[in-house]
C-alpha cells in the first residue's frame, strides 16, 4: 500500500467513527474522492451589498468635487477639497469592507498530501492561494475566542521559516462542542497529528 492510500485509508477509517458534519461555525464540510474541503458560508446579502454602496457614493462625491473645482467662488475650494476627502475614505471603506466579505476555503488533498488555503474574494483575479505540505503542519489548535466563540487553526511551517497560523473554521459555538472536537480529530488524523491543544488568541 502506498502512502497516499496510507492516508486516505487512515482517514476513512477515522470517519467511520467520526462522521463529517455538513455544517461547522462558519464553513462547510464536505469529503469527495480524496478531498475533504471546507468553505466558509457567504456574507448576507445586505453586507455583500456595502462595498459596492460605499463606492458608488465615492464617485458621487468625487464628481461633485470635480464639478466645484470648474467653478470659481470663495469658499468653494474648500468643498470640493472636503467632498474629495469624504470620497477617498468611501474608498478605504470599501476595500476594508470587502477585506472582511471575503471568503476563506481549505482543501485537503490526500494524493498530493497537501493543504491547499484559500482567500476568496468578490474579484476572482484577487483570490489568493498557498499550498501546504502535510509534513509542514505542525497542529491543528482549538482556540477560544471572546463570546465564548471556538476556532480551528492550523499551524504549519516553511522550510527556513518561523511558524505561521491559519484560520480553518470560526463562529464555532459552545453547543457545537462535541462536533468540534470530532473535526479536530479528524484533521489531526489526516495530518498525522498526535496530541491536542488549547490555545487563546
Known amino acids: 500500500m502506498d502512502r497516499y492510500a496510507g492516508r486516505v485509508a487512515s482517514f476513512k477509517d477515522a470517519l467511520q467513527e467520526n462522521r463529517i458534519p455538513p455544517l461547522l461555525g462558519d464553513v462547510r464540510l464536505r469529503y469527495d474522492s480524496g ?5 466558509s458560508l457567504p456574507p ?3 453586507w455583500r451589498m456595502l462595498p459596492g454602496l460605499s463606492v458608488g457614493v465615492a464617485v458621487g462625491c468625487a464628481v461633485g468635487a470635480a464639478i466645484l473645482v470648474g467653478q470659481e467662488a470663495g469658499t468653494l475650494p474648500a468643498a ?3 467632498l474629495a476627502l469624504v470620497a477617498a475614505s468611501l474608498v478605504g471603506l470599501a476595500l476594508k469592507l470587502e477585506s472582511r466579505l471575503s471568503r476563506r476555503r481549505f482543501v485537503l488533498h490526500f494524493r498530493t498530501e497537501t493543504l491547499r488555503l484559500e482567500r476568496l474574494t468578490w474579484a ?3 483570490t489568493r492561494a498557498e499550498l501546504i505540505a502535510f509534513d ?5 489548535h482549538l482556540v477560544e475566542r471572546p463570546g465564548p466563540r471556538y476556532a480551528l487553526v492550523v499551524e504549519y511551517t516553511h522550510e527556513g521559516s518561523s ?3 491559519a484560520l480553518l473554521v470560526e463562529a464555532v459555538r459552545p453547543s457545537e462542542g462535541e462536533t468540534l472536537h470530532r473535526v479536530w480529530r479528524l484533521l489531526s488524523n489526516a495530518f498525522g ?4 491543544g488549547l490555545a487563546g488568541g
Open 136 to 140: 509542514a503542519v505542525r497542529a491543528v
Open 193 to 196: 497529528l498526535r496530541g491536542a
Open 44 to 46: 448576507r446579502w445586505e
Open 35 to 39: 478531498r475533504l474541503v471546507g468553505e
Open 163 to 165: 511558524p505561521r497560523r
Open 124 to 126: 476572482p483575479s484577487a
Open 80 to 82: 470640493s477639497a472636503a
